[in-house]
């Protein structure tokens, strides 16, 4: 049975992500900030983990350790919006989402390292809102920052796991129906589920930044 760590496996995107992978009979692996889940399966664990704190991530990675599974999919899904609307730009904000968005990210991913099966897929949930190229559509810095430097985080990445022929990817999701996006919004978080599944599980370049399953621009 293979196995799966999805971030932020509570609600939205990553509680959708983590039932798609269940219903292909993986284990899944979530974590959550409370440790809890609504989610309730025999192959399903939820951790605590919070990414904005350094010993709750070693605390993580140690019980990941204990457990002796080593991870075929690890799904960087955990993230905050906290932008107003307001100029100039929130530094308070700013620091808050590098803290959980990348810098919790980078550091979580590469506490798991030794737990990560050569030949697995590292996905980290970037954002339309990260893409030098778009035009944006709102004003949401601290966002919009921490999310291209994410895309940035998965080309070192790729390019520093080569050897172990691990992939990495980045993923713009869309905009999604949940807490974060809202209930305006389009898309039903098992839509991007479905083609992460998809994604994780089929051969990719590694290093690139994907929507919908297709390259986009960075
Ligand atoms: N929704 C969209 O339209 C959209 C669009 C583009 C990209 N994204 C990205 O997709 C990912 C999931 O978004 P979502 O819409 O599903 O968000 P969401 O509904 O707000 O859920 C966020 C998840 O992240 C977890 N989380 C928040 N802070 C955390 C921390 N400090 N440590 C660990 N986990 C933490 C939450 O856990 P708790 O329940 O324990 O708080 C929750 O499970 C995010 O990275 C987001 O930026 C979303």
Same mark, same amino acid.
């Given at each position: 049975m293979k196995t799966l760590v999805v971030t932020g496996a509570s609600r939205g995107i990553g509680k959708a992500i983590a039932e798609k992978f269940l219903s292909e009979s993986w284990y899944v692996i979530g974590t959550s900030t409370s440790g809890k889940a609504s989610l309730k399966r025999d192959n399903f664990e939820i951790y605590k983990l919070d990414v904005s704190d350094p010993e709750s991530i070693e605390r993580f990675a140690k019980a990941l350790a204990r457990s002796k599974k080593k991870i075929d999919v690890l799904i960087n899904n955990a993230g905050v919006y906290l932008d107003?609307?307001?100029?100039?730009?929130?530094t308070k904000a700013l620091r808050k989402t590098l803290e959980v968005n990348l810098i919790g990210l980078a550091d979580l991913t590469e506490r798991l390292l030794p737990h990560i099966n050569n030949g697995a897929h590292i996905i980290s949930m970037s @954002?339309? %809102? *990260?893409?030098?190229t778009d035009e944006p559509d709102a004003y949401k810095p601290a966002y919009q920052i921490s999310k291209a430097a994410v895309n940035m985080f998965t080309r070192t990445l790729a390019e520093a796991l080569k050897k172990r022929n691990i992939t990495v990817s980045s993923v713009?999701? *869309?905009?999604?129906?949940t807490d974060m996006g809202?209930? @305006? %919004?389009?898309?039903?978080p098992k839509e991007p589920a479905e083609e992460i599944f998809k994604m994780a599980t089929s051969e990719v370049n590694s290093g690139f930044f994907w929507h919908k399953n297709k390259k986009r621009a960075w």
């Open positions: 107003e609307d307001t100029s100039p730009l929130n @954002s339309g %809102a *990260g893409s030098i713009d999701p *869309g905009w999604v129906r809202s209930s @305006s %919004a389009p898309r039903d």
